[in-house]
């Protein structure tokens, strides 16, 4: 046993030791971090699919949630990118409550972004609450399955939390993908949109330019010393060679994150940019080797953006949030009155019953806004958007932050569908007969960007 004398002396030299401090005076912030990775593969055979989808019968490879849990002295933050297609309303608040609770956090400090696989789930909360109400309701989502899902998730956040190490820097890179991103709103002469499918046989599309895009992959590695502990990286196009056919898998963007992350042995994250626009059908024609060369590609370009990472010590952290009210269209096809009236037709066609489903519940969440989140570590911003937004807000949203590296991340609460500019809807084109947001979206929402990102 340590003598009282003894107590007293190390007593005094931790008083001698000098707290470290930043140029201007203030203390270096204590950060620690943890990392957890769980398999969210759904049970094959359930009912996960979009109306538009097979069933899930088919397993190539897992799905995974990975992700990480900041701390700082205001308590903790959560980033999770999941290998699923979507989340949407109610089935997003499952996932997004349950890592709050899991993390001793609050659930406006939680991101849950989908990376948007095509070979993985897609579940709207919400509709499925509207479709357990009607009359013989098409079979859709199963939300106890999912719930089961959340909470195993959940309990990988939990383990992780015993594992917290500190960290003090953060490093950005970045590097350009090659052939891997174009638009998939292809302009023809006449002003009007053809659409370059994820998958592409049409000699003319596939030779048309690449078009409007962001070619730039982005890393941001958080580290402890020179040690990386984990990396996470973001990329602008739609994560597909193909899908929707029953196979569950991670595809090309998921190949190349596995095998970076087993060849540097170094957790590495993948976050889907703003890709409601843009696809890799101009160098996909859906066969093996396209696959493949595509992840090589991307593969590459990690590791490009890797070796051009640069550090610096972790300041401060912050985490600012903003609610987000979406106008719902109105014009025909998409009326709160149509769509209750397919909702509640046993006679309509299954897939249409859900389509309406997820339109009356986008319009009836008028109370429930969707929540916009930035996490700010000095210069970087990583902003956390909901839907499939086009590649023009991610280009806004790095404009609204000159000098300081934005790293952008879509697919959050999918409830609003595509997330479109206003002149998209005139140029026709898939993504504006998908989305669920009025035509003025576009300037609720980088209002919201541009008032999240200032340094106001």
Request: net charge neutral; glycine share 10%; aromatic share 6%.
């Amino acid at each position: 046993m340590k003598s009282i004398g003894t107590h007293l002396l190390m007593a005094a030299i931790s008083c001698m030791v000098p707290t470290v401090l930043l140029a201007d005076g203030s203390p270096v912030p204590t950060v620690r971090l943890a990392t957890f990775r769980c398999d969210v593969t759904p049970p094959l055979g359930g009912r996960f699919a979009g109306g538009w989808m097979q069933p899930l019968t088919k397993l190539e490879a897992p799905l995974w949630a990975k992700g990480i849990v900041l701390e700082d002295e205001h308590g903790r933050y959560v980033l999770c990118a999941l290998d699923w297609c979507a989340l949407s309303g109610l089935a997003h608040t499952v996932f997004c409550r349950e890592l709050a609770e899991a993390a001793g956090t609050e659930i406006s400090r939680v991101a849950v972004q989908s990376v948007h696989q095509h070979t993985a789930p897609y579940v709207d909360g919400d509709a499925q609450a509207l479709l357990d109400q009607a009359e013989r309701p098409p079979t859709y989502a199963d939300l106890k399955s999912l719930e089961a899902l959340a909470e195993r998730l959940g309990t990988a956040v939990k383990e992780a939390l015993g594992k917290m190490q500190p960290v003090d820097r953060i490093g950005t890179g970045e590097s350009r993908a090659e052939r891997i991103a174009a638009t998939r709103r292809v302009l023809g002469p006449d002003g009007k949109v053809r659409v370059r499918w994820s998958s592409c046989t049409d000699p003319e599309l596939r030779a048309a330019p690449e078009g409007d895009i962001d070619p730039m992959l982005k890393s941001i590695t958080f580290a402890r010393g020179d040690k990386p502990l984990v990396r996470l990286h973001y990329y602008a196009t739609h994560p597909q060679t193909g899908g929707g056919d029953g196979w569950v898998g991670i595809d090309f963007v998921g190949d190349a994150r596995e095998r970076l992350e087993r060849q540097e042995g170094v957790m590495q994250i993948y976050f889907t940019g703003c890709a409601g626009d843009v696809t890799a059908g101009k160098y996909n024609d859906g066969s093996p080797q396209a696959r493949q060369e595509l992840a090589e590609r991307l593969l590459a370009a990690m590791r490009a953006s890797i070796a051009a990472t640069k550090t610096a010590p972790i300041t401060a952290v912050a985490w600012r949030t903003l609610p987000l009210a979406l106008p719902a269209r109105t014009d025909a096809g998409f009326t709160l009155e149509e769509n209750r009236a397919v909702l509640a037709n046993p006679k309509s066609p299954g897939p249409a019953r859900v389509d309406a489903a997820s339109r009356v519940a986008f319009h009836e969440r008028s109370g429930r806004p969707i929540q916009l989140s930035v996490l700010e570590i000095g210069a970087v911003r990583v902003l956390h958007l909901p839907g499939e937004p086009m590649v023009e807000f991610q280009q806004f949203a790095q404009k609204a932050a000159p000098g300081c590296f934005v790293a952008v991340a879509g697919y959050g609460d999918g409830a609003t569908g595509y997330l479109c500019t206003e002149e998209s809807y005139a140029q026709g084109g898939y993504e504006p007969t998908a989305t669920l947001v009025a035509p003025n979206g576009e300037t609720v929402l980088k209002g919201a960007i541009r008032q999240l990102l200032s340094r106001n």
